[in-house]
């Protein structure tokens, strides 16, 4: 019996085919949008492109991991025990600077409303729908798997700078479907990937202390369900979160916990724990 090859590169190949995978479902939710088609239908096949990063890894995964389960893969990720303590900090943090920008936005608002949601059954449809349409569909491939592998060869830190970096860029096609042009562009260009990193240095952090993906998609989810809460100018809101985020990063890369960013000898524990 023929052994199965080992791929060569895999992170490059899994945010190429993860690109190649995004880019046609996410050509299709334009057309249904286009088109007129009723919500639940965008919704639906808006919460699919989302998971273009995990049909991905789940393509390559024979080739980057030969004789292994995705299955089990899939489950070693959540094998730990959660670590109240690690959940509560990171839903506070996040939760102050919501409050933050709230405060910030309230005081500069001329709206009617300062949130986007009317009734507590859209709120919670609008939570839901968030999860499926990033974080459960983004964080196996691109935190459970690209950031995993990478930390193999590179501190955690260095490892988060680089794939938060493609997880940014990966979300380039909807950066043209904003409306916004030149410099405004240029600014929610900016701003987007400055949050993005720093909040992928924050999952880092934070997933490194308790090693359970559910951490990351907490984080994820919170992100994503706080800036689409808030009534206010698109730019200004990434922007504030780019700022608050990015503050947030560097006091966790000054501090350090346990060494969960960098440091030879904590690094070389959890790489190894990693593996």
Same mark, same amino acid.
Not at 4 to 9: A, H, S, T, V
Not at 13 to 42: D, E, Q
Not at 104 to 131: A, R
């Given at each position: 019996?023929?052994?199965?090859?080992?791929?060569?590169?895999?992170?490059?190949?899994?945010?190429?085919?993860?690109?190649?995978?995004?880019?046609?479902?996410?050509?299709?939710?334009?057309?249904?949008?286009?088109?007129?088609?009723?919500?639940?239908?965008?919704?639906?096949?808006?919460?699919?492109?989302?998971?273009?990063?995990?049909?991905?890894?789940?393509?390559?995964?024979?080739?980057?991991?030969?004789?292994?389960?995705?299955?089990?893969?899939?489950?070693?990720?959540?094998?730990?025990?959660?670590?109240?303590?690690?959940?509560?900090?990171?839903?506070?943090?996040?939760?102050?600077?919501?409050?933050?920008?709230?405060?910030?936005?309230?005081?500069?608002?001329?709206?009617?409303?300062?949130?986007?949601?009317?009734?507590?059954?859209?709120?919670?449809?609008?939570?839901?729908?968030?999860?499926?349409?990033?974080?459960?569909?983004?964080?196996?491939?691109?935190?459970?798997?690209?950031?995993?592998?990478?930390?193999?060869?590179?501190?955690?830190?260095?490892?988060?700078?680089?794939?938060?970096?493609?997880?940014?860029?990966?979300?380039?096609?909807?950066?043209?479907?904003?409306?916004?042009?030149? !410099? =405004? %562009? @240029?600014? *929610?260009?900016?701003? +987007?990937?400055?949050?993005?990193?720093?909040?992928? &240095? #924050?999952?880092?952090?934070?997933?490194?202390?308790?090693?359970?993906?559910?951490?990351?998609?907490?984080?994820?989810?919170?992100?994503?369900?706080?800036?689409?809460?808030?009534?206010?100018?698109? !730019? =200004? %809101? @990434?922007? *504030?979160?780019?700022? +608050?985020?990015?503050?947030?990063?560097?006091?966790? &890369? #000054?501090?350090?916990?346990?060494?969960?960013?960098?440091?030879?000898?904590?690094?070389?524990?959890?790489?190894?724990?990693?593996?």
């Amino acid at each position: 019996m023929s052994r199965e090859k080992k791929l060569k590169k895999p992170i490059a190949s899994f945010i190429l085919l993860t690109n190649i995978i995004f880019l046609p479902l996410f050509l299709l939710v334009g057309a249904i949008r286009i088109f007129g088609f009723p919500t639940w239908v965008f919704d639906v096949v808006h919460c699919i492109s989302a998971w273009s990063s995990t049909f991905a890894f789940a393509i390559l995964f024979k080739k980057i991991y030969p004789g292994q389960s995705f299955t089990q893969f899939v489950k070693e990720k959540f094998k730990h025990k959660l670590k109240f303590s690690v959940i509560l900090t990171a839903i506070m943090i996040q939760a102050f600077i919501f409050l933050m920008i709230l405060f910030i936005v309230s005081n500069n608002s001329e709206v009617d409303s300062i949130f986007t949601i009317s009734s507590w059954g859209m709120l919670i449809y609008f939570f839901f729908k968030n999860l499926l349409a990033g974080p459960l569909g983004e964080e196996i491939g691109w935190r459970g798997f690209a950031q995993i592998e990478l930390q193999k060869k590179h501190s955690p830190l260095k490892a988060s700078i680089i794939i938060g970096f493609w997880w940014g860029l990966w979300h380039l096609p909807i950066w043209f479907t904003t409306g916004f042009m030149g !410099i =405004d %562009l @240029i600014k *929610y260009i900016l701003f +987007f990937m400055i949050a993005i990193i720093s909040t992928k &240095i #924050v999952m880092t952090a934070f997933y490194n202390l308790n090693q359970n993906l559910i951490i990351p998609i907490i984080i994820h989810q919170f992100f994503n369900f706080f800036i689409g809460l808030i009534n206010g100018n698109l !730019i =200004d %809101l @990434i922007m *504030y979160n780019a700022i +608050f985020y990015l503050v947030v990063a560097v006091l966790i &890369i #000054v501090i350090n916990p346990k060494k969960v960013l960098y440091g030879k000898e904590d690094a070389s524990v959890i790489n190894c724990n990693f593996q």
